[in-house]
């Protein structure tokens, strides 16, 4: 709608930013079991702190929001800018927001649940082949870190073999190696044999 105006594409940035500094984690934690679940586990806001302090539903309630949030901040550039910069730019803001949210300190998760929503919004196919692949690592290896390192490394190569265009195909690498980027103190403790094993729900919430 806006396509031709800079105003469009800083407010496409800001938007996506901002929902992208919802935090799922902090925010069901908040009001489903009225604590910071930052205080808990790995004191990381993400799933899979979510998954070891409260269990399955709340997880599931984390990826949900996480994801959603991703989509909007997608669909909402894409309205301002149209489709082949809008992915870029609401996917970008959205995953950095959720790395350095504005309104948590500047102290989120790792990104994995928005990027697979990016992916979904690019080609569904691939977004169901990253999960494959991240499910395959986790029944393996009992890891959700190892399953998302692997998960963010098959991405660019599914969006070579599915033909994805090539600019949303350079910005899932540079994404994906971001992501595994953030991850680099799990695979210091797997190097060093220290990753635990992923539990469900190891403390009973309030």
Do not use: Q
């Not at 102290?107 to 691939?126: E, P, Q, Y």
Request: net charge positive.
């Amino acid at each position: 709608m806006f396509s031709d105006s800079v105003i469009a594409y800083i407010a496409a940035a800001i938007i996506a930013y901002l929902l992208g500094s919802i935090s799922g984690a902090i925010v069901s934690s908040k009001v489903g079991h009225h604590e910071d679940i930052r205080n808990y586990g790995s004191g990381n806001a993400g799933m899979t702190n979510a998954l070891r302090t409260y269990g399955i539903r709340h997880a599931a309630i984390v990826a949900a929001m996480d994801m959603l949030k991703t989509i909007l901040a997608i669909l909402i550039a894409k309205w301002l800018v149209g489709w082949y910069w809008g992915f870029v730019i609401g996917s970008l803001f959205a995953i950095t927001g959720h790395l350095f949210p504005a309104y948590y300190g500047f102290k989120g998760g790792k990104g994995v649940l928005c990027g697979l929503a990016s992916l979904l919004m690019v080609d569904w196919r691939i977004g169901v082949l990253v999960v494959l692949v991240f499910a395959v690592c986790v029944v393996l290896c009992k890891r959700v870190s190892v399953g998302s390192i692997f998960a963010c490394a098959s991405a660019p190569l599914w969006c070579l073999l599915l033909g994805v265009p090539a600019l949303h195909t350079v910005y899932v690498l540079l994404a994906a190696s971001w992501l595994i980027w953030c991850h680099r103190s799990n695979i210091k403790r797997l190097l060093r044999g220290e990753e635990p094993k992923t539990v469900i729900a190891k403390r009973k919430p309030r």
